[in-house]
């Protein structure tokens, strides 16, 4: 009876130790991934087979319970341990789930655990494990087969783990052969050496502690840590956004306003030279940012289109004053000298960093659709399209203003000529544009450079580079 009494106890430490392992487990590893999970569930089956291998021994060790209670008692802990077994299989496959082979060898481990559960059923009426004759507990012929499937099993589970060992680190496989030699060697002792000391769950249950030495998760402390190092990268990360923002908006602040003072500035001095063309440089901005609307450009687009508009004769300040202030007709060489005004004002606008394009308006904007324009005879699309648009918001407000040397024509009338020319000296698609806002009278000509910023750009923009 002390035996009995010493080996009972002996067990419900093991269940105790038990125990406390899954509560760990459960907090510590509570990530649903397939090994924690297998891990998990093999605790709790090597739980559920120490406390019926511990009713049974009670059962045994005291009389008065009836006989099929014990019966009953013997025969759930034979199908834990066998489940136990096979759970740790389960608990090795685990590691290799994303591997095809997986599917197949848990099925085999299923088949042949239900195997034994048969033989353990078939031992209730034939006692071919185990029988109780007259109360007292004796092995049958076939006793050991109730050890066959826990040894397949260690067998089976050593062998996975050297199939692949690539998928385990050192200390992995180092604890999960400890794991398997403890399940074995319990069992074993208990068959062969001292039957009467109970070995075949306390050292499995030791063996399960050696469980926490390794990463339960394969990846899961790795994880954890490359969890905890994005989160302070995805800290820095943001820092430096936060700054990288804050300092392109300044830096698009200072631009739009150095755009915006020089626009202004340049755009007086244009005017200052051509005395004759008061807000001339304005309307064609304007109306270049409104053709481009109507186009459906972008809201960025317009804005670089107007940009562009208002310094589109800026070279003007390159020619001769007795030629940009002629008020006749002009002979070829005052027409030579003119026409070098598109490429002073691009010179004069390539130097500004802050708003790369810019002198593409002033660089082909006396360009032709049909390729007979100046200064360097571009046909069609390889003109670019905001000097397209400002061609003809150009040609528009030039016949259309009042000069000294010639009368103005009327809106219709100025928009019949526009549309004559198409294709010849404008895009098609511009002179559409142009004609179809003029007929909708959405566009005022003397429209201010501040009042124009506001209704073209908003609270403002910047040319961007393409």
């Known amino acids: 009876m002390r035996l009995n009494l010493y080996n009972t106890n002996y067990e419900a430490g093991s269940l105790i130790l038990l125990f406390f392992l899954y509560l760990y487990l459960r907090r510590k590893y509570y990530n649903k991934s397939a090994v924690n999970d297998a891990l998990r569930r093999l605790v709790v089956m090597e739980m559920i087979t120490t406390f019926l291998d511990l009713l049974t021994s009670v059962m045994i060790s005291f009389s008065g319970f009836p006989l099929w209670s014990e019966v009953l008692a013997n025969t759930l802990y034979y199908l834990a ?11 090795i496959l685990a590691f290799i789930k994303d591997r095809p082979v997986y599917s197949r060898l848990l099925s ?20 071919i494990i185990c029988r109780f004759d007259g109360g007292e507990y004796t092995h049958g012929p076939l006793y050991l087969l109730i050890y066959i499937e826990p040894v397949l099993c260690i067998i089976a589970s050593a062998i996975l783990i050297f199939t692949y060992r690539e998928v385990f680190s050192r200390n992995m496989k180092i604890i999960l052969l400890l794991i398997i030699l403890f399940s074995g060697v319990g069992p074993v002792l208990q068959a062969t050496v001292c039957p009467d000391v109970l070995l075949s769950n306390v050292t499995p249950a030791m063996s399960m502690l050696m469980a926490l030495f390794t990463v339960v998760s394969p990846n899961y402390n790795e994880l954890e840590a490359k969890k905890a190092e994005l989160e302070q990268k995805k800290i820095s990360l943001s820092k430096e956004v936060a700054e990288k923002t804050a300092e392109v908006m300044k830096k698009e602040e200072r631009s739009e306003l150095l755009s915006k003072q020089i626009i202004a500035s340049l755009a007086e001095t244009i005017d200052a030279v051509t005395i004759e063309k008061q807000f001339h440089t304005e309307n064609v901005a304007y109306l270049s940012a409104l053709i481009a609307k109507e186009m459906g450009l972008s809201r960025n687009q317009q804005y670089s289109v107007y ?30 000298k003119m026409e070098k005004h598109t490429q002073i004002g691009a010179r004069i606008l390539s130097r500004i960093e802050e708003m790369p394009n810019i002198s593409v308006g002033a660089h082909y904007h006396h360009e032709h659709y049909d390729g007979t324009g100046y200064p360097e005879g571009l046909k069609g699309e390889n003109i670019p399209l905001e000097a397209r648009i400002i061609a003809a918001a150009d040609a528009y407000d030039g016949m259309t203003e009042q000069r000294s040397y010639k009368n103005r024509l009327t809106k219709d009338e100025a928009i019949e000529e526009i549309r004559r020319c198409a294709g010849t000296q404008f895009d098609p698609r511009v002179a559409r544009a142009l004609t179809l806002l003029l007929k909708r009278n959405k566009y005022q000509p003397g429209v201010s450079v501040e009042d124009a910023f506001l209704k073209v750009a908003g609270k403002g923009g910047n040319l961007k580079k393409k």
């Open 81 to 91: 341990l066998l489940t136990t077994s096979a759970m740790l299989v389960i608990y």
């Open 108 to 127: 085999l481990t299923k088949v042949i655990l239900l195997g034994f559960w048969i033989a353990v059923f078939v031992n209730i009426p034939t006692g």
């Open 307 to 336: 940009c562009m508009g208002i310094v589109h004769d800026i070279g003007i300040v390159g020619v001769d004053e007795d030629v940009v202030l002629k008020t006749g007709a002009y002979t070829e060489e005052d027409k030579a």
